[in-house]
């Protein structure tokens, strides 16, 4: 039995670009903290080293994992920490060789010779990093593993949990997608409410709904900033933001203040048939340029894919029902939530571990369950909907231009975005007794072809479009 994986840990708002080279690191560093306090050497330390190896390694200055780590170290919380003071608050240690080691200890820190770019890959996980905390009575050391989406382990807790079994809370424990099916079928339920009832054993009904409020408030604040921002991206690729051009074009002359009128705005805006297609791509490069900006996003189930489950939403609130509110939009998320721990928990949602197909492919999956259930599926088709998304996303792999997380990556999001809508349709007009590949099944797929697949289109920068294209170029 596995975990009890949560809608809320699939869905974590943080700081961009990547959740598992950004947010991963910047969590383990909170998290070394915390052994430091625990240890009671906070207050003893003089000096920090970070060694980051494999695809932390060589994609890590593209996705800013350095800055990730001065933040964390610094006590910065990815959550509540305002974006402009990001860039700020790292020049300053870079510029002083200073840390105030989690908000409290002064400590000296050259980024430059402190944090070290290993390229070797450790053997449990191709996204390792050790943290080494020295004091005049000796050091503290510990190594994690940044597994995606922000989640951060350690080995020996996965390699206790291999050999002991962990009993979920969860009133439904889940372990696949057969199980969920069956639950549905038991109950006479919803995948989103059987989600429900699991959440539930964990917080109160108004913690939920919340919780949920301000993930979808958290993205629409996302694809309003996307949408309103022009210039270059940064990291040297010289990417123009497009989504603001493509959102003039389709808004017009339309008066609104804040995300909400906004929402209200496009929803009035008549929408021609190819326009479609224009709003929901630009719904999904706003988040994502927003996103390559060291914006504040949701992993959804990270941050390379995290345009595609906003810019699905979007599209249901806005061309296909316009009286949806807040229950609609909690019972999407639910849904792409549930549908996401099912590959994390069978596959990976790496894609130094998986390729592209474990992001935009496995957000498409989680976009194209929750339309479905939404546009009125049943559990059978909703899983459908999943499958066929993933089935079409299949050897995806990862190779980011110069480690950033812009080209292709961005594209990719509105690619992804419009074949989990496709997706939906395609389940809701087929009878779920003639699905002819079983949800777990494309699953198990997924991982074996992660397995399969060479390691230089893992977030390498070694293979694809990362070496056939010169940066200068760009």
């Known amino acids: 039995m596995e975990e009890c994986i949560s809608?809320?840990?699939?869905?974590?708002?943080?700081?961009?670009p990547s959740s598992s080279h950004t947010l991963g690191p910047w969590r383990a560093a909170e998290r070394f903290l915390k052994e430091l306090r625990d240890e009671k050497i906070l207050e003893s330390v003089t000096s920090i080293r970070v060694d980051l190896y494999g695809s932390l390694s060589l994609t890590g200055k593209g996705h800013a994992t350095d800055y990730a780590v001065i933040l964390g170290l610094s006590g910065q919380d990815p959550v509540t920490i305002p974006i402009q003071n990001i860039d700020s608050i790292v020049q300053d240690v870079k510029k002083t060789h200073l840390l105030q080691l989690g908000d409290e200890v002064p400590i000296s820190f050259t980024p430059d010779t402190d944090i070290v770019f290993n390229k070797n890959f450790l053997p449990f996980h191709a996204n390792g990093m050790t943290f080494t905390a020295s004091t005049h009575a000796g050091s503290y050391t510990n190594t994690y593993y940044s597994i995606g989406g922000g989640f951060v382990v350690v080995e020996e807790r996965?390699?206790?949990?291999?050999?002991?079994?962990?009993k979920c809370?969860?009133?439904?424990?889940?372990?696949?997608?057969?199980?969920l099916l069956?639950?549905?079928?038991?109950?006479?339920?919803?995948?989103?409410?059987?989600?429900?009832?699991?959440?539930?054993?964990?917080?109160?009904?108004?913690?939920?709904?919340?919780?949920?409020?301000?993930?979808?408030?958290?993205?629409?604040?996302?694809?309003?900033?996307?949408c309103h921002s022009e210039g270059i991206l940064p990291g040297g690729l010289n990417v123009r933001r497009r989504a603001f051009?493509?959102?003039q074009g389709l808004i017009g002359l339309a008066n609104y203040s804040n995300p909400q009128e906004w929402l209200e705005c496009i929803r009035k805006t008549e929408v021609k048939f190819r326009q479609i297609l224009k709003w929901v791509s630009c719904f999904a490069l706003a988040v994502n340029e927003v996103n390559a900006a060291l914006g504040r996003v949701v992993t959804a189930p990270t941050n390379g894919s995290a345009g595609v489950i906003p810019a699905v939403l979007m599209y249901y609130l806005t061309i296909e029902n316009h009286n949806a509110g807040e229950k609609e939009i909690k019972q999407f998320l639910m849904v792409a939530g549930e549908i996401g721990s099912l590959f994390k928990q069978g596959s990976t949602i790496s894609a130094a571990m998986g390729g592209c197909q474990a992001e935009i492919g496995v957000s498409s999956a989680m976009a194209a369950a929750a339309l479905c259930e939404l546009m009125g599926g049943t559990a059978d088709q909703v899983q459908m909907a999943a499958e066929i998304a993933m089935e079409h996303h299949l050897g995806l792999t990862c190779d980011p231009?110069?480690?950033?997380?812009q080209i292709p990556c961005i594209e990719r999001n509105t690619m992804g975005a419009i074949k989990a809508i496709n997706a939906a349709e395609l389940a809701l007009e087929t009878d779920a007794k003639n699905a002819k590949v079983p949800l777990d099944k494309v699953i198990k797929t997924m991982w074996q072809t992660a397995k399969d697949m060479n390691s230089k289109y893992k977030e390498t920068s070694e293979g694809?479009?990362?070496?056939?294209?010169?940066?200068?170029?760009c």
């Open 7 to 16: 809608v809320f840990d699939m869905l974590k708002i943080g700081v961009g």
């Open 158 to 166: 996965l390699n206790a949990k291999k050999k002991m079994e962990f």
């Open 169 to 179: 809370a969860f009133p439904f424990p889940i372990d696949n997608a057969e199980m």
């Open 182 to 226: 069956q639950y549905c079928h038991e109950e006479n339920k919803s995948i989103s409410e059987i989600v429900w009832i699991n959440e539930k054993s964990m917080r109160t009904d108004a913690e939920i709904n919340e919780e949920l409020m301000k993930i979808w408030d958290t993205m629409l604040e996302c694809m309003y900033i996307g």
């Open 245 to 247: 051009d493509m959102h």
């Open 401 to 405: 231009i110069g480690g950033l997380v």
């Open 464 to 473: 694809g479009l990362a070496v056939a294209v010169n940066v200068a170029d």
